[in-house]
């Protein structure tokens, strides 16, 4: 007999009337419809979006039980919720919602031998101190791999990502390393590696944290003496992941104690990942030793996503959120918005709320509006061949004696300037603003921004340089 959505959805009616209370059920799931049965998907529609959220908080795995039972273990569930005169249309209609069946991740329940140990082991996050520790993994679970899309930009990351979680402590991506700018997904895929480890080995301990927080716990733990049994509390985890590993420069008695912490992770076998805005080398006021140790596994770099991949992100966020837009408008957002997924994924949302808050249909001068504000810094992305030529002009010079191995004090000075606002205005590594400004080091860049803030502090004619040369760049 074929299976149809409302067979499928009755059988599913009677194992759930089995299992919960009969108001619920009178409450919850007889106001509900089946609507259609694709492949193993099934679409039900649901009153409100108020609904469709209290089910999947309240009943998400109940209903992933019913339907794997009807449908087998790719069972998927659909929400259609009716929709009364949003987004500027005339008609109802229908959002399309799909199911996460994703719930929180759960603590981990940790024996600790108290031989050796103080029975008074503190956990950071869970004091007074007991001896079975019940660990909060600190992590969130709706970035996972599945909305994690890959592109050309991330598929080193990604990839890398997936192998540590298939096989944590066990690979040569140890540390794991993921590095890039500013809302280019770095803590997205670090918390997707860790949800990933939960599902797959629900008995390791993974523990998110981010740099600032483990240095305010140690700084904690000296002031009321218990550094060791800080330090014993991380040697328990199984995979530690520290977000935003450069907030440790500078601040040697924390460079320490990580130190100390990740020798042992490592060791014996534990998987440590890390993320940071800078690749190792360009990484200031962190000990060579650690930085040695960053370097041991893979250092993997997130790029800006290419246009192919802001399509797909634009689009999964709109399946995501059950709602439809023309493709026009999807291109359009996609070609003005190149610098971040997060920038992104802001102009997108800001299009939906306008729509919906105002009931203005969503059309191309709309998003114009709306993705004008993201585009405005956008448009303003310097790139290090224009610093060069605003450079080169101001000093009445050309780019390419800028870049020429030339000792004359005005062109050095020059040179330095160039590297110091690229610096300043671009998110390109040390290494990659030597590369372009004339085939210097990482090391030279670095020097080259150190004079100008001496300079600036001591000299008032070049203080006058810096300034102008701002105002020019900053237009």
Not at 86 to 100: A, C, D
Not at 409 to 434: E, P, W, Y
Request: aromatic share 10%; proline share 3%; net charge positive.
């Amino acid at each position: 007999m074929t299976k149809t959505a409302q067979s499928v959805w009755n059988n599913c009616l009677s194992f759930i009337k089995d299992n919960i209370q009969d108001q619920a059920y009178k409450t919850w799931f007889e106001p509900i419809q089946s609507v259609e049965l694709n492949d193993n998907a099934l679409s039900i529609q649901v009153p409100s979006k108020f609904f469709y959220e209290w089910l999947e908080e309240h009943y998400v795995k109940l209903l992933k039980v019913a339907l794997t039972k009807e449908l087998g273990p790719s069972a998927k569930l659909l929400y259609k919720i009716k929709m009364e005169n949003t987004y500027g249309n005339k008609l109802p209609f229908t959002e399309q919602i799909p199911s996460y069946n994703r719930t929180a991740v759960k603590p981990q329940e940790v024996d600790v031998p108290i031989v050796n140990k103080n029975p008074e082991l503190k956990n950071p996050f869970i004091i007074p101190g007991i001896r079975n520790l019940k660990i909060e993994s600190q992590l969130n679970a709706n970035y996972s791999f599945d909305n994690f899309l890959e592109g050309d930009s991330n598929r080193l990351a990604r990839s890398a990502g997936m192998a540590v979680a298939n096989k944590p402590g066990g690979t040569s991506f140890n540390p794991l390393l993921i590095f890039g700018g500013v809302g280019l997904g770095k803590t997205h895929l670090a918390h997707a590696i860790g949800v990933e480890i939960k599902d797959k080995y629900p008995e390791k301990t993974v523990l998110y944290i981010s740099a600032e927080i483990f240095t305010q716990q140690y700084i904690d733990s000296v002031k009321k003496n218990t550094r060791n049994d800080f330090i014993h509390f991380y040697q328990l985890i199984d995979v530690l992941i520290i977000d935003d590993v450069q907030f440790l420069s500078g601040k040697s008695g924390t460079q320490d104690v990580f130190f100390h912490i990740f020798n042992h992770l490592h060791q014996n076998g534990k998987q440590v990942i890390l993320t940071s805005d800078k690749a190792p080398v360009d990484m200031q006021d962190i000990e060579q030793r650690l930085l040695s140790r960053f370097k041991w596994g893979l250092s993997a770099e997130l790029h800006q996503p290419d246009y192919e991949t802001r399509i797909s992100i634009l689009k999964n966020i709109l399946f995501r959120d059950g709602v439809e837009m023309p493709d026009e408008i999807i291109e359009y957002v996609a070609k003005n918005i190149k610098s971040n997924v997060r920038e992104l994924e802001g102009a997108i949302i800001s299009l939906i709320a306008q729509s919906s808050f105002n009931k203005r249909e969503v059309t191309i001068d709309l998003a114009k509006q709306v993705v004008e504000k993201f585009v405005k810094n956008v448009k303003r992305e310097i790139s290090i061949d224009y610093i060069q030529k605003t450079v080169s002009d101001y000093f009445q010079l050309d780019v390419e004696t800028l870049q020429s191995k030339t000792r004359k004090r005005h062109v050095v000075q020059a040179r330095q300037l160039a590297m110091f606002f690229a610096k300043k205005f671009t998110k390109a590594s040390l290494a990659n603003i030597g590369s372009q400004i004339g085939d210097r080091d990482h090391a030279t860049v670095l020097h080259a921004c150190k004079t100008v803030d001496n300079l600036v502090a001591t000299d008032k004619q070049f203080k006058k340089f810096v300034d102008d040369i701002n105002k020019k760049l900053s237009l």
